[in-house]
């Protein structure tokens, strides 16, 4: 009943255009300026064009006046190659991911179940983390003033003489000192979800659903990116900030990667978070505390990378025959006026210190950042799959949450299972699934042809 209301209601939509379109000398598409919203904009051109035939692309990463005017003075039709790599994403995922769903689904008896290139090897990582939380290591931890250290030992005898001969008062002496110059750089779709994972505690999907708020109402540039540019509009809001509340010293404007479509995650005004409060009352638009919790992490890092560099000491100290180092302290303020650095308040000398010794995992459970960091760096998926990939595995009965971290379910370890035992998995694991995301990039870039991709994955898929 659902899905006849879904087709219905889509329907009435896409009629509605049909109707509108035919009344007008000319067409604006402007969805979401990536794969997926350029494959959409390229189905309503086909739906709209019996209706008329002047229909053009608009493209903006921010919902703002100056975006809109730059965007409707440079109009565009769709782009052929990333809706070409669209449809390498879509039939390669149909042709491989239906495949073992259906599978999955007969074998199992559950029409919910779903296996897919991306989240198959994300499934992967947490079940084998999963698997080494049982292996457990002794640890000793000392806790000295702010900073508490740890030692590792295999043997539970070993860690035990070594906790006996930790004196109650431990001297700890400097080994050198240095300076170091350090300066931030905005967010990215991945970093965003990292950071408001460890600091605000927020899920990938949570994060994301918030971002996607604060873009619609204009108030932040397109959430889905994997680049740091900071445009020429962007520097210019910054340095207004940073000149009217810091001082023109502290301005250094930077652009991190040279020109391209996609900008980082930056704010579109000069409006901080108090700021933003007033504006939201004043013009009754209704967002949560956590809107601006995440918007207010999104502005400081933006204008923080478009400050000078912080001067930091870093000491390093020899603590029980290990060596730690530590920042102790700023020796000239730059972006850590607005987004601090952590200072460990430790000096040479004697400490009381405390004490302990705790069996525990060799390995952590996986957090969001860190599974999202795996992505990031492995190549597995993109800005606009991060957080769905886990949300699919979370609704799937897969994996677990508890407090932050992620634990593979019985249902995850006998769907992996199942999944390596089927031919198609050498289509669904890390390798593969990264070699075809450069494919899906080449063909973006005009440097692959998207059939003849398709071809040689259906010969592998169902000749060979």
């Known amino acids: 009943m659902r899905n006849i209301y879904l087709f219905l209601r889509f329907y009435n939509i896409l009629k509605a255009l049909n109707l509108t379109s035919f009344e007008v000398n000319e067409v604006i598409i402007a969805t979401d300026p990536d794969r997926e919203g350029e494959k959409i904009a390229f189905d309503l051109i086909l739906n709209n064009k019996p209706y008329n035939l002047n229909i053009k692309r608009a493209e903006f990463h921010e919902i703002t006046k100056y975006a809109f005017v730059e965007a409707m003075n440079n109009l565009r039709y ?45 499934l992967n990582w947490i079940c084998e983390r999963t698997q080494k939380l049982k292996e457990k290591t002794n640890v000793v931890m000392v806790k000295l003033s702010d900073l508490t250290v740890e030692w590792e030992f295999e043997e539970e005898k070993k860690a035990e003489e070594f906790f006996e001969n930790i004196p109650d008062e431990l001297e700890i002496k400097l080994i050198k000192s240095k300076k170091e110059s350090l300066f931030e750089k905005p967010f990215n779709t991945s970093t965003l979800l990292k950071e408001a994972s460890s600091k605000l505690h927020f899920s990938p999907q949570y994060t994301m659903k918030l971002a996607q708020d604060l873009f619609e109402n204009g108030f932040i540039t397109y959430h889905r990116t994997d680049s740091f540019r900071i445009s020429n509009m962007g520097k210019s809001i910054a340095k207004e900030y940073i000149k009217e509340n810091f001082g023109e010293n502290f301005v250094k404007l930077r652009c991190f990667e040279s020109a391209g479509a996609h900008e980082a995650i930056r704010a579109t005004t ?44 870093k000491d390093t100290f020899n603590i029980l025959d290990k060596e730690i180092e530590i920042i102790t302290g700023i020796l000239e303020d730059g972006f ?38 795996e992505m990031k760096n492995k190549g597995i998926g993109r800005p606009s799959t991060y957080a769905v990939t886990i949300e699919k595995l979370l609704k799937r009965k897969y994996i677990t949450e508890k407090k932050g971290f992620l634990f593979a379910a019985k249902l995850g370890f006998k769907v992996l299972d199942l999944i390596k035992k089927h031919p198609l998995y050498k289509f669904v694991n890390e390798n593969y699934t990264k070699d075809l995301e450069n494919i899906m990039d080449l063909v973006e870039n005009g440097k692959k042809d998207y059939k003849d991709e398709l071809i040689k994955l259906y010969n592998e898929l169902f000749v060979s």
């Open 78 to 122: 769709y782009d052929k190659n990333l809706v070409a790599a669209q449809f390498v994403r879509r039939i390669t995922d149909r042709w491989i991911g239906f495949n073992l769903s259906l599978y999955l689904q007969d074998y199992l008896h559950n029409v919910h179940l779903s296996a897919g290139r991306v989240q198959t090897p994300v």
């Open 336 to 373: 850590n006026l607005v987004y601090p650095v952590k200072i460990y308040e430790l000096k040479e000398g004697k400490y009381n210190i405390q004490k302990s010794i705790v069996k525990k995992s060799k390995f952590s459970p996986y957090t969001y950042a860190e599974i999202i960091d």
């Open 270 to 313: 000069t409006m901080d978070m108090e700021e933003i409060k007033s504006f939201l009352v004043f013009k009754n638009i209704n967002l949560s505390y956590n809107h601006l919790k995440l918007y207010d992490l999104i502005f400081r890092k933006f204008i923080a990378s478009q400050m000078k560099e912080a001067i930091l000491k």
